[in-house]
């Protein structure tokens, strides 16, 4: 499988064994953060938008709105997004 290349293979590869998969792949990183990017323009009018209703959310002393109504199952409600235009990773957990 072309995800498990370039880690140390284990018991973790047959089956859920996250403490042997970090203990054979694990590498701790001495250097620092200059190999990191910065926001791009698309997450910064995101993290903006979130923002706002942040804000909006403190002046109204709590949560915008809630669903009083609808049982909560893990199919119960539609994916929820800030803005779907500019999100890559979809499907806010809403309720």
């Known amino acids: 499988m072309a995800a498990k290349s370039g880690f140390v293979p284990g018991p973790w590869v047959g089956s859920i064994e996250v403490r042997d998969f970090i ?18 323009e698309r997450t910064s009018r ?28 893990i ?6 997004y800030i803005d779907r235009e500019l999100e890559i990773i979809v499907g806010l957990q809403t309720d």
């Open 23 to 40: 203990q054979k792949n694990y590498h701790p990183y001495d250097g620092d953060s200059s190999f990191l990017a910065g926001p791009s």
């Open 46 to 73: 995101l993290w903006r938008k979130c923002q706002d209703l942040l804000r909006a959310e403190y002046k109204n002393g709590g949560v915008l709105k809630v669903d009083a109504e609808t049982p909560i199952t």
């Open 75 to 80: 199919l119960s409600h539609a994916p929820g």
